[in-house]
DNA sequence: GATGAATGAGCATTCATTCAT
DNA sequence: CATGAATGAATGCTCATTCAT
């Protein structure tokens, strides 16, 4: 797509090349699907390539082995996350990140089997999806934040991790849960809380003291 | 410990009885170490075994699978820091989430290789340690607090998940990157924000507009 | 039983001596029990001395093995069969093979699952129980008989295993099928074929020619 | 037989499906040589896919586990013996039942391992033979018998199975003792013992009374 | 003698990966 | 390019047997 598609030679070689590319589409089609329903580990190759109704062989043509194609997955997920993200912001000049942040959950909704399939790679992915699209969001704003105070510039990545971690459990009450509530309200609820904080009362003393042990 | 108890107990079951649980603590002990090493579904019984230097068949007399020790040494694990949370607050009259908050990461510091490893498990743990420790605490301060505006009752639970996803990214910078900062100053950012949010100039317009497309 | 239990010593070393037959009778019965419910391949050391409510150590302290208790069971029930048989015909000067077979099909229908378990095991008894009660008894009274024509002495094996084919198969209506025909009805009907042969009929050309290749 | 009879049938199925179906044969012909050598529970997956030259995971590719294998080749074996029989007596019009146990005789004969095996598998065919050649073949000529007195149609199960039980250990004579006699004469001895039942001077009296508790 | 915890050889089974067609 | 039969290393698990108490 990259380095063949030149100038005039674009529409010159659909020989094998467009079959080939929707080969490849359709085992990454088919391993979304077989990822989601049973998650990296249990999902086996066989299963990919029946999904996608090529040969086993044929899976080997196009990635190198299980974690290749999860990688690959992952990342076209997460980029079309990021891109329709960046559409759907596009029109506003200076998207704030409330803004932002309203997006995200649009889009993720759309596209909750990404986040569920994220999770069961867990330490498998390459981390080839850089430092997450959250983090690399947050850490964007936090660096062009007037005033962090009391929190310190070195904090920055503490404070982008802790508004993943907000935005992460968000994502999870749709995943196995429910799919209420929707990504409009929900993004009301977390900005919010990134806002103001959790309700005042909370960090008072509570009125009836509970049994201390069995408290935690 | 369980050694020197016996002054006036030695009645119990002396036969094999005494071998057979610390065979059980060998395995037990193996397993958190060769989970949190290799993770859960990269850890295999004869590494376990090998590591609490018994024999394969051994393992099969104290648990049916590897399943079983994961949820095991989880369960035992969390069990272990909801304890000594409770024995650190238990000389606290009426405990405030922000002591109960800063007990649990003290306790969970001291062993966070329970983090990790239940992080590898993923879906396996058959989610027998209940909801979580996290999740009933904050329900049960959520479910005393006396107002809880902007947020309806019905909205404990995603709160709850939100205070959780909080701490479970900071647990997180615990995890494969550096020990720093500690659980003191932890807690302290983390209550900061759990109390009055994040940094207001982060949700003010951006000075400098920044490229979309690339922004997210 | 026979080495010990001589003169007055018989009643002088009850000592452990007692308890050592208790433990391998219940051994013996358990084993009996198992073997019949799973089968000799099926059947575990485990499970017979579970069932026999002892030690799995105290097992090797009575066999050598799963095929010499196996071997036990058998020979014995046998053993009990033979002398059972032996008295039922005690009464008579010179038993007929008719009251003999008679008394056999009593006998092995009051113990159907020794002829249950001696078929679980096939290859695996160590033919220890001689050339078998049946083949044994068939053989004495073929080699006293006056006229075997048209067969010679060599068949008198040959007439042996047929003979004991024939008692083999009554038998086997028992073992998983039903209870009937009883004993008696039984061997009226053995015994008649034995005499006899079957039904002349049988052998004459079929009225209806019928379809060859599925005829088999 | 297959490899010929192509001329005008070669677009079957070209690609991988004959040399699938030349591994598939080379496990049959293993597993028959295995478990006849050391029965259905001693034989090993392992000695099964060395004898056939292929890999271990080549036999899961084409049975599900061992009992799988071996219901197939006894199946198939009995198959063939039953076809073999069928053209053996195909030119007769009206095959009696003497005609047709001589053929069984001879091509169980030929066979005589399919018979071993079938022994060593006991309870773990899954009966999927159905109720066994013999029975069938018993059955269908009892049905069609004109007069089956003393005996009533309610016999026939029994008579079928006591028709077996007589041919069974005729063919026993053949599978760990000698090949003699051959199966024509077999076919005789047998045939005469179903006509006219055995020597009448066997039920006489015996003339020397014999010992009466070990004549059994 | 009795016990049962421990042992480990041995077997079944899976699945990522290769390669001849 | 596509295929899918074949491969075998790797792993889980069982169970007869031993031996310290």
Redesign the interface.
Known sequence: MNQKSESHQQVKQPRGARRRARTRDSLLVAARKVFAAR?Y?DATITEITEAAAVGVGTFYLHFRDKEAIFNTVLAEGLEAI??Q??EE??H???????V?VR??FHQVYAQRDIIRIE??G??VAARSSGPG?LM??FT???E????????SEE?IP??A??????????F??WWDEQDE?GPDLMAD??L???????????????????F?????
Chains 1, 2, 3, 4 share one sequence.
């Open positions: 998650g580990h990021r891109r993200v960046g912001i596009a506003e000049d200076n998207p704030s990140l409330p932002v997006a995200i999770r069961t867990e330490g699209i690399e969001t964007r704003f936090l062009q934040a007037a005033d962090l105070s009391p929190f904090e503490l404070l991790a802790l508004l993943e971690g907000l935005m992460d459990r968000a999870h009450c509530p609820r977390v919010h809380v990134m806002k103001h904080g959790f309700p005042a009362s909370l960090f008072e003393e509570p009125q009836k003291p509970f201390a042990p069995s408290a935690l």
